[in-house]
């Protein structure tokens, strides 16, 4: 569960009988409590250990800590009983089967845990089930099944499936099975293959925890190449690998296997296993997050990866001086030259400008087509002549960049908004030197907004 609930999402408990429903809604309301008052009295040298190092601690201590770092989220979990109603039943099984309350605990736990308006987001963590919410129930915010009853076949196909729903950070469901239900499963399968047109869609991919690590190897090994395949063999410093993701089919590349190792990462920790690959996950994501402020590209900042491995690798920025919720700053604003004198050397300080300056050409492109686009050609027409030069290249760039933020909001023309008409008069003053061949000078009545044109 500590694995499911860190992700943000939700589980099923499948009973073997109405009363075991009920006795593990009972049950898991009395260990939330009881985990409740562990957490809150763990010594300080161990709720302060990062969560590479609580790999080689023990399982029940790394519940603890995991327990005390969600101790408000915890303190608040809730969980419900779903089951059908039966003649002659104790008035305490009404609020389990009263079919308006049912209907406000699906709707509860579809919700997430989190939201900005309170009314759509629910504490509500389990449902504990017998055979009702198995078959046509879709809630991709459920991760995890917990099995304590015999299925076979159909039933079984189906209720595995309820994990089997896409949702964003969700590469996979997880099965827990307390029965043994493997070899059945196997043979449900195999019959679906084998042809049941109006049969259930089969979950694809199930594969136990421990299938998972060689893929994680495999995964580790095919980032790592990006690297290593160009004659970069360490990722400390990072400099050159992010140097390498200027390169952009070189970062798309870069960012799909990422991806793919974290979500092989998430689905082997918390186990042991996963020990040796935590410091490279690290690592690369700073790489990452450093590429992503550099390069101007948001997707290498990993929004929507595994929660687990955000968090790991935004501690590990934050630990190096980068505060990972800060965007970069754009050359529009008066202290980006300040920020840039901040890298170290001249050829960090000049990559800073010359992909500020390629972002905000792109990024205001369409406000004055004209304009930008003579100022992409002069600024790679600076890049190409003091290649290689730093010193030189960042001095040009920052008396460039200057001009363009005295330039900014001012009104180049008299009596035109730089914003709203300037566009147009870029594209029509262009026209005209094309069709005559000689250029506008300040002086002609094109330039005056208060002289009409003959």
Not at 110 to 116: C, I, S, V, W
Not at 299 to 320: F, P, T
Request: hydrophobic fraction near 40%; charge should be negative; aromatic fraction near 6%.
């Amino acid at each position: 569960m500590r694995n499911i609930l860190s992700a943000d999402f939700k589980a099923q408990v499948v009973a073997v009988s109405q009363e075991a429903v009920i006795e593990y809604q009972k049950a898991l309301c009395w260990a939330r409590d009881e985990l409740v008052k562990e957490a809150e009295i763990i010594p300080g040298d161990l709720r302060s250990l990062s969560d590479e190092a609580l790999l080689e601690r023990t399982e029940e201590d790394c519940t603890r800590v995991w327990a005390h770092r969600q101790i408000d989220r915890l303190k608040a979990l809730e969980f419900a009983a779903v089951i059908s109603k039966r003649h002659n039943q104790s008035a305490d099984w009404d609020q389990w089967t009263d079919p308006a309350k049912i209907e406000t605990h699906i709707a509860n736990f579809k919700k997430p845990f989190d939201h900005t308006d309170n009314d759509k987001c629910s504490n509500l963590a389990i449902l504990c089930v017998m055979r009702m919410l198995l078959t046509g129930f879709d809630a991709p915010v459920e991760q995890a099944l917990y099995l304590d009853r015999k299925m076979v076949e159909h039933d079984l196909l189906q209720a595995i499936a309820r994990v089997n729903r896409k949702r964003p950070g969700k590469e996979c469901g997880y099965v827990i099975d307390y029965i043994g239900l493997a070899r059945d499963l196997k043979a449900a399968l195999t019959e679906s293959e084998e042809g049941k047109e109006n049969g259930p869609h089969p979950p694809t991919g199930i594969d136990g925890v421990r299938d998972e690590i060689p893929r994680l190897r495999d995964r580790h090994l095919k980032v790592l190449a990006v690297f290593h395949t160009r004659g970069i063999m360490e990722l400390m410093p990072i400099d050159l690998c992010v140097d390498l993701l200027e390169d952009e089919k070189i970062r798309a590349e870069f960012l799909n296997r990422l991806w793919a190792f974290l979500a092989s990462l998430a689905i082997v920790m918390p186990r042991p296993e996963a020990l040796p690959f935590v410091k490279d996950a690290k690592i690369l994501g700073f790489i990452s997050k450093v590429a992503a402020n550099l390069y101007r590209d948001h997707q290498l900042n990993l929004e929507g990866v595994d929660r687990r491995m955000k968090r790991l690798i935004d501690e590990y920025v934050s630990a190096q001086g980068i505060d990972p919720k800060i965007a970069p700053v754009a050359i529009t604003d008066m202290g980006f030259l300040d920020q840039a004198k901040k890298k170290k050397g001249s050829r960090a300080r000049a990559s800073e400008m010359k992909h500020a300056l390629r972002h905000q050409i792109r990024l205001r492109f369409d406000e004055d087509p004209e304009h930008f686009k003579k100022l992409s050609e002069r600024l790679e027409a600076i890049i190409k002549e003091f290649k290689d030069h730093w010193k030189a290249l960042e001095a040009a760039l920052a008396k460039f960049i200057q001009e363009e933020i005295d330039r900014d909001g001012k009104q180049s023309v008299p009596g035109l908004d730089p914003r709203l008409h300037a566009p147009f008069f870029g594209t029509i003053k262009a026209a005209i030197e094309r069709e005559s061949g000689v250029p506008l000078k300040s002086e002609d009545p094109a330039f005056r907004a208060d002289i009409p044109l003959p």
